[in-house]
């Protein structure tokens, strides 16, 4: 057995310099020879291994149920009925729907993804309603505030998903979406409290996610300037 007389590391025979500090290994005694089996692989081979998302839906949606199970187990032990422990219920389920509903499909599917999120939405929204006496604000207020949640994210859906979209493109897109999201919710608000639109706040961030968008769109259209920004921000 050899060592290294720079580190002092101890050397295996097959050793032609130390892995340590690679000083060559000159031993008179036992001069080196290329090994006829080397101790370690030529090549590494890189094995991916696939990962069983149904089993993770299965175990995650287990710590889902047991939460759910003792809320609805409390609260009829208590007040021999069902009532706030639906609401923990509800908000599990729509968990389920967002995160883990999608692991079980094999294609990503985005635009069912956002229809079964708006389903989930609805569903436990008009939950609370019903819980709380009247559909009144429900139809008024919270189904327009979805349905027009639901077109945004089916807008951005389609963009993201065009590739010949340039990404700043993308951006000024959703920039606007943003803006046009925030006077179309104000609009359901003062139409459900004042029964008429009054115009305030979401004007003021139209106007903001319009000047982005500009912003953006016009960055995509100078190259000079994107390479310039590339360089400052080292990207």
């Keep these: 057995m050899s060592y290294c007389v720079n580190c002092g590391v101890e050397l295996a025979n097959t050793e032609k310099s130390c892995p340590l500090c690679n000083t060559p290994v000159i031993n008179p005694v036992s001069p080196w020879k290329e090994p006829e089996k080397k101790p370690y692989p030529e090549r590494i081979d890189n094995i991916m291994k696939k990962i069983d998302f149904k089993f993770g839906v299965r175990l995650a ?88 949640t639901f077109a945004a994210a089916m807008i951005l859906t389609f963009v993201y998903g065009k590739k010949n979209v340039a990404p700043l493109h993308k951006v000024a897109t959703t ?33 903001v996610c319009a000047v982005f968008a500009a912003a953006f769109a016009l960055l995509q259209s100078k190259r000079q300037w994107k390479e310039e920004i590339r360089k400052r921000l080292f990207y």
Aim: glycine content about 4%.
């Design 175 to 207: 920039s606007l979406v943003i803006g046009a999201v925030a006077v179309a919710v104000e609009t359901a608000v003062d139409l459900f409290v004042f029964e008429k639109v009054l115009f305030h706040w979401s004007l003021y961030v139209m106007i």
């Design 61 to 148: 949606s287990l710590l889902l149920i047991l939460p759910a199970a003792v809320t609805v187990l409390c609260n009829i032990a208590v007040n021999r009925k069902l009532d706030w422990s639906l609401y923990v219920v509800g908000a599990l389920a729509c968990l389920f729907v967002y995160v883990l509903l999608p692991l079980l499909f094999k294609r990503h599917r985005p635009y069912l993804f956002v229809v079964m999120n708006t389903v989930a939405t609805s569903v436990y929204v008009a939950m609370i309603a019903w819980l709380n006496g009247g559909f009144n604000w429900y139809f008024e207020l919270a189904a327009p505030v979805i349905c027009i």
